[in-house]
């Protein structure tokens, strides 16, 4: 199941912010007021121009015209049940699940998916399974192999977890992003966030052509397989998602003052992502009706 809003119109995109992208913000950030202050925090995605927030709370966001999706992880189908129920009373759009541990056997894993499957129907809301580090997609080749058994089940795509934690580098790149087709065709969301062989989230202007081309590659990949979908009314969901250093995703350098600080503003990189993602939607359409 993908998101749809029940409308005829031709395939779109919606652009969102994680929550997180703006927690503990480093001094001088562009972010326009106090990002501590949740309804600041609202006032600014407006502003931005945003159409939702990823793991927003929707008693915020929905009277503002915020629309709202969430993400959870879940190592067993009991837990993946309860979550998305609470999702879905709380209002949410989409979920994002880090599915299992990567550690399952064949049998434990087919049992996860046939859970997604069910629980996706029995809440009425798409439940994208992520590409994540520490889950049952880290691997590209198990991740293939489930969406070959499972072709009903929909992805978000967070590929940097690919292109730092399996090195896709190292090797024939444009062999192994076809070798993920079985994937890449069935993503309904993509989180934002580009990083090189090293690191999993870095300053865009230190990010060599390399990695741009990856993502860039794989974010209109996914696109073009939605778009030709040709489906009335659904909604590719792309949520912007910068994470700080105290979760070690954002790296530090020393200040100069003899602490560390983030390499960047993370308000202002999330422009750049989202605008990114902008112009490899325009890339998607054109590839979908030659």
């Given amino acids: 199941m993908y998101y749809n809003d029940g409308s005829k119109n ?3 995109l919606r652009m969102e912010i994680n929550w997180w992208n703006m927690d503990s913000l480093v001094e001088g950030s562009s972010f ?3 990002h501590t202050d949740p309804g600041a925090r609202i006032d600014a995605v407006l502003l931005a121009g945003y159409d939702g927030i990823n793991t927003g709370d929707p008693a915020l966001c929905h009277p503002r015209g915020l629309r709202t999706t969430t993400g959870f992880r879940a190592d067993t189908v009991d837990e993946l049940k309860k979550q998305a129920d609470e999702a879905g009373a709380l209002g949410h759009d989409a979920i994002g699940v880090h599915l299992g541990t990567g550690m399952e056997n064949v049998r434990e894993a087919c049992r996860l998916y046939e859970g997604v499957c069910q629980t996706s129907e029995s809440v009425e809301l798409p439940i994208f399974v992520e590409t994540h580090r520490a889950t049952l997609t880290q691997d590209m080749f198990r991740a293939v192999e489930m969406a070959r058994l499972f072709p009903e089940v ?5 590929f940097s977890h690919w292109w730092t934690g399996l090195e896709w580098c190292y090797g024939d790149v444009d062999q192994k992003i076809d070798f993920v087709t079985p994937v890449l065709s069935n993503v309904g969301m993509l989180q934002g966030r ?3 062989p090293g690191s999993i989230q870095v300053k865009l202007e230190h990010v060599n052509e390399k990695s741009f081309s990856f993502f860039r590659t794989m974010w209109t990949k996914a696109m ?12 590719f969901i792309f949520a912007v998602e910068l ?4 979760i070690s ?3 530090t350098f020393p200040s100069g003052s003899g602490g560390m600080t983030e390499e960047s503003d993370r308000w202002q990189e999330a422009s750049l992502v989202r605008d990114l993602a902008s112009e490899c939607w ?5 590839k979908a009706s030659s």
């Fill in 10 to 12: 031709p395939p779109r």
């Fill in 32 to 34: 326009p007021g106090d």
């Fill in 154 to 158: 929909k992805y978000l795509g967070d």
């Fill in 194 to 196: 580009i990083g090189t």
């Fill in 224 to 235: 073009t397989h939605f778009i030709q979908r040709r489906e009335p009314g659904s909604v």
């Fill in 243 to 246: 994470l700080g250093a105290s």
């Fill in 249 to 251: 995703y954002a790296r």
């Fill in 282 to 286: 325009s890339a998607a359409l054109s």
